[in-house]
């Protein structure tokens, strides 16, 4: 019997990718003899260096923490796993975007601040929610109990989360940066399962990356619905209904549910 839907927030509910490469072209603005794209490419593509070839490398993977991620948080609130990196951060934050404006052939120290600050400022501007994701969410929570399983640091997937205004329907909110454990683990589903009171076979994921979501709910003994977004099933024949979007989900769980579901509380 299906008594809780778990939700995947970046890139599920929210434009996360899309709002990131918004928010470099809002502090591309301050360079406005640069094509806007062209500052986005540079942008990430430096970012995705320092933070991958960092000290925290291997930790950010773990945990989920991307680049573009690490570039505005703050890391407040987050496990001690994540001290590290968090006092690493700034540093990361200030050489990403002065090496960026330098392959850009600009060298302004000031500029490189006022950009990383542009960027930050936007990004803290909200998250939008994806066409459907609000009707899925209060649908889902009318009849189950609902849960959000993240990863991230927890500042700001807190901030995201609450920019949408479904965070009073989540009767769970597990962020990898808080607790120190990240999607696929076994560990991070075992603790929302727990949180919601319910079994594994009690529960389905619903998200878009087919590692960490799909898989790691399979491998917990949950179910899962994958977010494909118009890409082909990664395994072959695994059981796991694929939607287009996050607006047709409701129609997969009505499909999945049990005749009796369990009202969220």
Known sequence: MLRAVIFDLDDTLIAD?????????TAAALLPDVEP???VEV?????DAAWYSGPYADLALELGISPREGLWSHFVGCHPRLDGLAAWAPTYRADTWRTALVTLGVEDGVLATAMADAYEAAQRTGHPLLDGADDVVRRAAAHYRVGLLTNGPGDIQRIKAEGTGLTPLFSAFVVSGEVGVGKPSPEV???VLGALD???DEAVMVGDNWDRDVRGALASGMAAVWIAGGRPVPDPDPGVPAATSIAEVTGLLEHRGASEPTPSG
């Open 17 to 25: 990718q899309a709002t990131a490469r918004a928010s470099v072209r």
């Open 198 to 200: 319910v079994g594994p």
């Open 37 to 39: 794209e062209r500052v």
């Open 43 to 47: 942008v990430l593509a430096t970012a």
């Open 189 to 191: 589903f075992e603790l």
